[in-house]
């Protein structure tokens, strides 16, 4: 009865407090700060109150207690909250423990926006009983988390240490339009919009734009969104990704390769390098190792025998693509031969088996897009394969998809006609052939898939703020 009368007022007697966010308190230690936060974790005894505040930066650890712990905001604080808290910042005494070595014996607070209890309590809108649609539907809920913000967390800084690794490179960033007319990797994963009465898509790759900057800028690299309208649900599709995509002139597909191969290790190194994130890094994925370079190259050709020799069997399909059933209903499985796709589950066991990263390359020509350039045909073989890899990782799979582009004008014109595109609208692209072309290449780097990677996560939805897959454009 008393306590909800304690009026509390802030002593301006004591030291002036300074506002800091928790990422910032070392420099604050053995003085009087002022935090905001919401209330992370709270533990209510008779004297005492213990809260973990989160502010975005980082958990602080807070000790409430005397006056301060008997208000009536003390006695129905809630989780999530938000809150001021004004005290001494204290190094923790020897031999305890606290996020940053130190904590906050408040001697002024006050509530900022409270949280309900009760049957709109926080946890019990979301716990680990929460099935997965509705967590997905609680997305914005979920990002609290330590686990969730975490892998954010990381997602910002690989994406600086990419932007930092192509600084060394000479390779500078561009940003290329969504809203396009033209489509990259085939018309079947294409989102189609009006477009003031024209037809338009949303991108599915930046690379025919990264191409027309060689001869301004030089190497050149984005960071955008790519959309698929890809009917898979899987545990690596998105129907909005961002795509880290780069393209390079006057090389070889071995360079490409090897640039691929520099990029991720670069990057890698240098997120282990910075304290925040290799803590990041051990939090979420305690065993992980840096790749040893350089990685395993596999062909395509040499892959299909391994698959075999490895018993990993692909489902026959019809010539609709749709698997064939034997009489109870179970896919018929057959062996890998040479033209065949090598699907994302083959892939995978073939992935964790080898357990380290490896390039597939020298993909035929039929399973691949218009652009690639061709090998040099072999006498012995009747099919036509292409300068392109794809880098896969253990647990995730494919994570880039690179290759040379045809260079030459005559055999771009060709492929457009052999693919039945109408090259009118490509005429932008075909430019490049025209007016001093050169030998080039590049690479799409699926972040979330890296990520996934990286965080060993389970699945690319993880990896992404909002993930969009089908039916899921909410929140
Ligand atoms: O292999 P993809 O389709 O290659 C291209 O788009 C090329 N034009 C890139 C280039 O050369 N500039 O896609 C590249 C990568 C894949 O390896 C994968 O990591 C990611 O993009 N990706 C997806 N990630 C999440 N969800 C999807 N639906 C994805 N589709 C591709």
Avoid at 64 to 84: C, D, I, K, P, W
Avoid at 129 to 147: C, F, M, W, Y
Avoid at 213 to 231: H, I, K, T
């Amino acid at each position: 009865e008393e306590s909800k009368n304690i009026v509390l007022a802030e002593d301006s007697s004591l030291p002036k407090a300074n506002k800091a966010k928790i990422s910032q308190l070392a420099e604050h230690r053995s003085k009087r700060v002022r935090v905001f936060g919401w209330v992370h974790r709270l533990r209510q005894q008779k004297d005492i109150t213990f809260v973990t505040l989160r502010d975005g930066t980082g958990y602080l650890q807070v000790v409430l207690s005397g006056r301060v712990n008997q208000t009536f905001h003390a006695l129905t604080l809630t989780l999530e909250s938000t809150v001021e808290l004004v005290g001494m910042l204290q190094v923790v005494p020897e031999g305890k423990t606290a996020p940053g070595g130190h904590e906050l014996i408040v001697d002024y607070w006050q509530l900022v926006g409270g949280a309900p209890g009760a049957e709109d309590a926080f946890t019990n809108r979301l716990n680990e009983k929460t099935n997965p649609s509705i967590q997905a539907d609680l997305r914005h809920l979920v990002l609290r988390g330590e686990t969730a913000s975490a892998v954010l967390r990381l997602r910002a800084a690989l994406l600086a240490a990419f932007r930092q690794t192509f600084v060394k490179h000479s390779t500078l960033e561009v940003t290329p339009p969504c809203l396009v007319q033209t489509m990259v990797e085939g018309g079947a994963t294409l989102f189609k919009l009006d477009y003031y009465g024209q037809p338009a898509f949303l991108t599915q790759s930046s690379q025919l734009y990264l191409e027309t900057c060689l001869p301004s800028l030089g190497d050149v690299y984005c960071v955008q969104e790519s959309f698929r309208a890809e009917n898979s649900h899987t545990r690596r599709h998105l129907s909005e990704y961002t795509h880290l995509e780069v393209e390079l002139g006057f090389i070889n597909f071995d360079d490409l390769m090897s640039n691929i191969e520099a990029v991720i290790c670069e990057s890698v190194d240098i997120l282990l390098a910075d304290p925040t994130s290799a803590a990041l890094i051990k939090q979420l994925n305690p065993k992980f190792q840096p790749p040893a370079r350089p990685f395993l190259r596999l062909s395509y050709v040499d892959a299909i025998a391994w698959l075999n020799e490895h018993g990993i069997k692909r489902p026959e399909e019809d010539k609709e693509g749709n698997p064939i059933k034997d009489e109870n209903g179970k896919d018929i499985m057959v062996e890998h031969a040479v033209g065949d796709d090598i699907a994302e589950a083959a892939e995978r066991q073939m992935t964790d088996i080898i357990g380290k990263p490896v390039f597939l390359y020298g993909f035929p020509a039929e399973l691949k897009a218009f652009y690639m350039q061709r090998m040099p045909r072999k006498e012995v073989s009747d099919t036509l394969f292409t300068e392109s890899c794809d880098l896969l990782m253990p647990n995730v799979g494919e994570i880039v998809g690179g290759s040379m582009r045809i260079s030459d004008y005559d055999e771009m014109i060709a492929a457009y006609e052999r693919e039945g595109m109408d090259p009118t609208a490509y005429y932008w692209y075909t430019d490049q052939r025209k007016y001093g072309t050169c030998e080039h290449g590049g690479y799409g780097l699926g972040v979330e898939r890296l990520l996934a990677w990286l965080a060993d996560r389970y699945t690319v939805r993880e990896c992404s703020l909002y993930p969009r897959w089908p039916e899921r454009a909410t929140p």
